[in-house]
């Protein structure tokens, strides 16, 4: 079983910065794809972006320039990196990451969210 545990979120106001974290733990032999997704009230879960064990990176259109994906390999955790927030930014956070167990089948799991609210 695999566990997210996401840290990081709060009020900031319009412009400023906030980082989140997500640490994942558990039977883990190897994680492929970590990423972020979000949901405002009464809206869809959507896709913010998300990192290949090589690095990679994606990003939805609307955080271009201001969010950052990145992760630990070593510690299994990744992070967001949001600046220059705006109040459309005001979401639950959640992270998710898929790989396979230590005795062999793949894994899928998501953190239990963080709220992040953009004042403006």
């Known amino acids: 079983q695999v566990h997210l545990v996401e840290s990081g979120g709060g009020l900031v106001q319009a412009g400023g910065s906030l980082k989140l974290s997500c640490a994942a733990s558990?039977?883990?032999?190897?994680?492929?794809?970590m990423g972020w997704y979000r949901q405002a009230p009464g809206k869809q879960r959507d896709f913010v972006a998300s990192?290949?064990?090589?690095?990679?990176?994606n990003y939805a259109d609307s955080v271009k320039g201001r969010f950052t994906i990145s992760r630990d390999n070593a510690k299994n955790t990744e992070y967001l990196q949001m600046n220059s927030l705006k109040p459309e930014d005001t979401a639950v956070y959640y992270c998710?990451?898929?790989?396979?167990?230590?005795?062999?089948?793949?894994?899928?799991?998501w953190g239990q969210g963080t709220q992040v609210t953009v004042s403006s």
């Open positions: 998710y990451a898929n790989g396979r167990l230590t005795d062999g089948p793949d894994f899928s799991a």
């Open positions: 990192i290949t064990t090589g690095g990679i990176t």
């Open positions: 558990g039977s883990i032999f190897s994680i492929n794809t």
